[in-house]
């Protein structure tokens, strides 16, 4: 029988997020794919340096320490390389001690539509275009960006979101660019009672609950946090479409506007997601943080 991935958290991952590609990418665009090309086969023994989400698929992959028979989490490569210059990034897999072990090589095309032939929960990448063309097809998908300082070493995994165009739809935000604070306020108190629709990270928050429901809440090797420019009284919505998706949040963080960055060191976030890429700009100085291109401030 076809192996599936029924239970099994799966995040599909570049090979540029996963690994420092820079100086790769800097060959690429002065001198050509063909430079390119010799350059990582000249150099597929050298380990490769971690890129921005190193620290998070490691700390992932680590959870299947204790189910080895049936893995908890499912890391899939997926890469602009083709196999040939793919092999230096599989080198340094290996090196690493990283449990994965399938792989789309795409050969310069984009590699998006195999993150859903996969069935991956979650896709992370450096490059804009394929991050929104998975986006615009229903995958939850983020541009990570490396943090400037060291990454959090706790063994707790933590993912931190951002809620309007993120975990829900953009709705509100659309009449908060619309209308202003005061219109968005009266509108989300009126709707207060009505489930917000689901955002691109809905399925994804979804699935990391899933795999929290397998472990007591004190010993959970996963916390959530909704980290949100809301304050009270639009913080009923959100509560109440929590409760109606019968999705757990750890922490909920309504900050009414205040800079999210000394909240997300606070928390210790592993990555943060968020719409807004000034947000992303001022925390990545201390988190690896991905933005997600979707909703009216995107377009």
């Given at each position: ?57 490691k700390k992932l992959l680590s959870l ?82 490396s943090p400037t300082q060291a990454n ?26 619309q209308g202003g604070l005061e219109e ?116």
């Amino acid at each position: 029988m076809p192996i599936e991935f029924n239970d099994t958290l799966v995040i599909a991952i570049s090979s540029t997020a996963l690994f420092d590609l820079a100086e790769s990418h800097r060959i690429y665009v002065e001198s050509g794919v063909d430079s390119y090309a010799q350059y990582q086969i000249d150099h597929e023994d050298e380990l490769l340096k971690p890129g921005a989400a190193f620290g998070l698929v490691k700390k992932l992959l680590s959870l299947n320490e204790t189910h080895k028979d049936t893995p908890r989490v499912e890391v899939i490569l997926l890469s602009r390389n083709s196999a040939d210059t793919g092999l230096r990034v599989f080198n340094s897999i290996e090196s690493h001690s990283l449990q994965i072990t399938r792989a789309a090589f795409t050969s310069g095309n984009s590699p998006y539509l195999y993150a859903e032939a996969f069935g991956a929960h979650l896709f992370l990448s450096t490059n804009p275009k394929d991050v929104m063309q998975a986006i615009n097809a229903g995958i939850a998908a983020a541009t990570i960006v490396s943090p400037t300082q060291a990454n959090n070493d706790s063994d707790i995994i933590k993912f931190a979101f951002d809620g309007d165009a993120v975990l829900f739809s953009d709705e509100a935000e659309q009449i908060f660019q619309q209308g202003g604070l005061e219109e968005f306020t009266r509108s989300e108190k009126k709707s207060a009672q009505k489930p917000l629709e689901g955002g691109p990270f809905k399925t994804f928050l979804s699935a990391l609950h899933k795999l929290q429901k397998e472990f007591t809440q004190e010993n959970c090797p996963i916390r959530t946090a909704l980290v949100t420019a809301r304050s009270a009284p639009a913080h009923e919505r959100v509560i109440r479409t929590l409760r109606y998706w019968d999705i757990r949040i750890d922490e909920a963080l309504f900050l009414g506007g205040m800079d999210k960055t000394k909240f997300l060191k606070a928390f210790g976030a592993d990555v943060f997601f968020d719409d807004q890429e000034g947000h992303i700009e001022r925390a990545k100085g201390h988190i690896p943080s991905g933005h997600v291109p979707n909703g009216v401030i995107n377009e």
